[in-house]
Structures are given as structure tokens and as C-alpha cells.
């Protein structure tokens, strides 16, 4: 019996699970390089359909262990050990192996260390590109706690594409997300530009945690206006009891009206769907970023504010 919280999952969010050898061989991989990925510590319905068709994974850096306790999120909360100064290079290794052509790489939030993590994450970055120079790096990185150098630090390594997620609307924000605020990822997306002008941004929408239509189109018109390039939306769905339950689902004519919307005010692109999270289908987003972004000059390209 579905409990009296529940909703119950419409049929357009059931995901049949397909476990072929690509699955296996990507799962052992990850174990072997004792590495994490997002797909796994966040229950994402959509890892059968990276894992077994598109071969492709969402790196988890900075250990498993969030400091943080987001009433949305699966990833375990507590008390992370020390950082892994090994782990850049295991990534890399394990891109290369892969033979990806794109690779996207996240973190747990990590405000235990001064530097947020973000020397992890350039170094990583720097690893990848060393023994993947063809390889386009993708990263989803936390807000630093606001801290401007740790921003530059990822930003001047020059990622394709650089991910920050406002998660939810302004009035909800305090409900969803721990020890975040909504101008704070904002601000960040806003400074990555300002740090280098031809930084490709994107921000991820989450629906059904009890937000109203006005408030989702005044999120879009808040990341247009801090410059963010890309954006996600998708259904959020309750990894496990220990979450917030679903508001309300969302139909798949309400997120392509949605995704129409966002088109409307200027994102190059717009991936809207119930089971679409920040790096479905990344590759193509990426793709569609760099094709209207301008070549930069060396002056350019060290601009700040």
C-alpha cells in the first residue's frame, strides 16, 4: 500500500532496468579504481541508459561523504576523511580507458577543507586532459561556500562546460538545500563568467517539491540573468524514505512547455524532461554550447572583474 505521504509514480517515470555487460564492465571499473560516481550515490534512473547504451558516467570526486544534508539528496551526509590526493589521476586513468569523448565530473560538498575541494578538482581536470587530450571535461561544482579564489581555481583551467545547480525556486530553497542559498549559486554562476567571458555555464532545475509555475519561470528569468548558458529541468523523484516526499508530478507536456519557455528567454539549450538530471544526454548540451560561443582573444580570455 502506498503511504498516505506517497504519490503514486505515474507511468511515464517507470525506467526497466537493463543490466547488460556495458553496466557490469563500467560498474567493476569504477570498484576496481576504488572511484564513485553520482549515478550510483544519488540513485539516478537514468544509469542503465548511460552505463549500458552510451557508456558514459558522472564522476564522484572528494570521497562519498557530503558535509552537507540536502533533504533531496541520497548521498551519505557526515563526517568525510581525509582528502585522496591519488584520485585525479585514477579518474583520468579510468577516462582514458573508457575512451570518452566527454566526461562530467562532480563532488560531494566538502566544507571541511579550506579550499572547498577545488584544488581536487583542478587537478583532476588537469589529469584528464593530460592523458585524454581530446576529451571534452564537464564539471558540476559545489558553491564553495562563496569563496571566489576556489571559483578561479576550477575556472582558470578552462572546463568546457561548468555546472552549478540552483536546484529549486528562491522560496523553497531554504527547505531543500542545506546550508546553500539561492543568490549565492547565483552570484557563482555569474562570476564564472566574469572570471572568463567564454565559460559555458549550466544550471539544473528540480520539479515537484512543492514549488508553483511562476516560481520555476522566475528561475529561469534569475539564470538567464546571472548569463548561464544551459539549463536542465527535471521531475525529482524520492530516492528513499529518508527524503522529502514528491509534491506533485509533473506531466511531459508541462516540462516541453517548459522547455519551450526557457528557449523563449535565451538558454542555447534546454533539456526538459521527468527523468532528465544535469548530465543527460551532456555531451549534446555541450555541443550546443560551444556552437554559438565566440573564439576568444588572449586578452579576452584573462579578463576578470
Known sequence: MIKKEELEKPQWLKVKATQGPNYHRLKMMMRGEKLHTVCEEAHCPN???????????TFMILGETCTRNCRFCAVTSGHPGALDWEEPERVAQTVQKMGLDHVVIT?????DVPDGGSTIFRLTIEAVRRLSPHCQVEVLIPDFQGDRKAL???VEVHPELLDHNIETVRRMTPLVRSRATYDRSLELLRTAKAIRRDQATKSSIMLGVGESWDEILQTLDDLRTANVDIVTIGQYLRPTSKQMP????YTPEEFEKLREEGMARGFVHVESGPLVRTSYHAAHQARSAKSVLSPLTD??????V
Open 47 to 57: 544509469i542503465y541508459e548511460c552505463w549500458e547504451r552510451d557508456k558514459t558516467a
Open 107 to 111: 563532488s560531494v560538498d566538502r566544507d
Open 152 to 154: 578561479e581555481r576550477v
Open 246 to 249: 514528491v509534491a506533485r508530478f
Open 299 to 304: 586578452e579576452d580570455k584573462v579578463h576578470e
